[in-house]
């Protein structure tokens, strides 16, 4: 579990600069008084092994995951989806976003009040 806390944290410390545009939006409930994690780990069982990815954004009340995808998400589509796919199977909805979508802030913050 050490391992994890590591790498979700190491990812905190690296985010992008979209990451932590949306983390100045949601952070300490600012969002419809909505609870977000960061690089928050989601575990799943897989061929009968514990395993997890970790979501950009989580919300344990809405059961969401909030994904921002730059440029590298083009690249890596087919990983995307079967993560998304197994995310989805836990019950939790993935919304996914590009870094495009995020620098137009105002209309970010209603989109996702709206979601919210």
């Not at 993560?83 to 913050?109: H, W």
Request: aromatic share 14%; charged share 30%.
């Amino acid at each position: 579990m050490g391992f994890i806390i590591d790498v979700a944290r190491n990812l905190r410390w690296e985010q992008t600069p979209s990451e932590a545009m949306v983390w100045e939006i949601v952070r300490d409930r600012r969002v419809n008084g909505r609870k977000f994690l960061r690089q928050h780990p989601i575990w799943f069982m897989y061929y009968g092994k514990k395993r997890f990815f970790i979501a950009d954004f989580y919300c344990a009340q809405l059961k969401l995951v909030l994904e921002i995808d730059g440029k590298v998400h083009e690249r890596q589509r087919e990983y995307d989806e079967f993560r998304t796919f197994i995310i989805n199977q836990l019950g939790i909805r993935v919304v996914r976003v590009t870094n495009e979508v995020v620098a137009d802030t105002e209309k970010f913050v209603e989109w996702l009040k709206r979601l919210t």
